[in-house]
Structures are given as C-alpha cells and as structure tokens.
C-alpha cells in the first residue's frame, strides 16, 4: 500500500511558478513509476508526465519545456517542477504511483493517487 500526499499547490500569476511535491508512503518507493496528472474544470483528468525508477521521464506536449519532473528516492519524493504557468495550466494537480519500472499516460494504469492540490493561474 502507498499513500501519497501533494503540496506545493496555490495561485500564481501568468509567466510564475511553483513547485510540487508528492510524499509517498512505503518502503518500495524505488521501484515504482511517479506520474503527474491534471485535470481542468470541465474536462478529463489528463496525464502532465511520469518519472521512472531509473530516472526517464516523459513530459506531454502541452508543458515540455516549461514543466520538470523529477524525484528524490531518499525523501520518497517526487516533484513538479512548473515555470512559465499559463492561465490555462489551472487545475487540480494530482500524484500517481504504479509499480514497475515503465511509465504510463493512462490514468487506469496507476494504482495510487494523490488528493491533489489545486493550481490557479490569473491573467
């Protein structure tokens, strides 16, 4: 079992950042893969990117470049690291975990999930 807990999350204006963190539970931390999920008022919860065991990560098309994900296994930690936040980067930010090195953008694949942390972004 693995409990996760975000933070990090709060209003920001258009061009700012803020910084997320995900607290998990459990001694196996390293072997699972961390993910990054949104969802907007109004629409699906989609995938903002996953981090693997080693190390890989992948960021969606909408925030590469702008967003960061990485971890800290000694910490059980993963972190969302957002830059140039734009208006329509609002929306409640949640962590996920899988067990297993491989990364998924499907939300069915994680077992674990977050409370999530509301993001806001004024214009």
């Known amino acids: 079992q693995v409990q996760l807990v975000e933070s990090g999350g709060g209003l920001v204006q258009a061009g700012g950042s803020l910084r997320l963190s995900c607290a998990a539970s459990g001694r196996t931390f390293t072997t699972y893969t961390m993910a990054w999920f949104r969802q907007a008022p109004g629409k699906e919860r989609e995938s903002v990117g996953f981090?693997?065991?080693?190390?890989?990560?992948y960021h969606a098309v909408s925030v590469k470049g702008r967003f960061t994900i990485s971890r800290d296994n000694t910490k059980n930690s993963v972190y969302l690291q957002m830059n140039s936040l734009k208006p329509e980067d609002t929306a409640i930010y949640y962590c996920?975990?899988?067990?297993?090195?491989?990364?998924?953008?499907?939300?069915?694949?994680?077992?674990?999930w977050g409370q999530g942390t509301q993001v806001t972004v004024s214009s």
């Open positions: 981090i693997q065991w080693n190390g890989g990560t």
């Open positions: 996920a975990a899988r067990p297993g090195q491989f990364g998924s953008t499907s939300i069915s694949d994680y077992d674990y």
